[in-house]
């Protein structure tokens, strides 16, 4: 079992940034790909960005392209998400995952709330 624990969210106007942490202990050797998820109120969980546990590889919603970066210090096993340029509608929980592959994500840490006010 790997377990997640979220940190960094918070309140901050539009245009500001934030960066986010998951702090990963347990298996991670059993890590191949972790990622981050949002939820707002009212509506379903989304994919926000995902990376390779090697970094190799990312991926990103096409909502937070160029505005986000996904990494990770594999050493201390944490995962990052700098947030840059936030806009109200990026207010949500933002939760994050870790799995064997990326669509399957096992682990989830228990959320973070970040509110952008206009």
């Known amino acids: 079992q790997v377990n997640l624990v979220e940190s960094g969210g918070g309140l901050v106007q539009a245009g500001g940034s934030l960066r986010l942490s998951c702090a990963a202990s347990?298996?991670?050797?059993?890590?191949?790909?972790m990622g981050w998820f949002r939820q707002a109120p009212g509506k379903e969980r989304d994919f926000v960005a995902s990376?390779?546990?090697?970094?190799?590889?990312?991926y990103y919603a096409n909502s937070v392209k160029g505005r986000f970066t996904i990494s990770r210090d594999r050493a201390k096993n944490m995962l990052y998400l700098q947030m840059n340029s936030l806009t109200p509608e990026d207010t949500a929980v933002y939760y994050c995952?870790?799995?064997?592959?990326?669509?399957?994500?096992?682990?989830w840490g228990q959320g973070t709330q970040v509110t952008v006010s206009s």
């Open positions: 990376i390779g546990w090697s970094g190799l590889d990312t």
């Open positions: 995952a870790a799995g064997r592959k990326l669509g399957d994500f096992a682990s």
């Open positions: 347990g298996r991670t050797f059993s890590i191949n790909v």
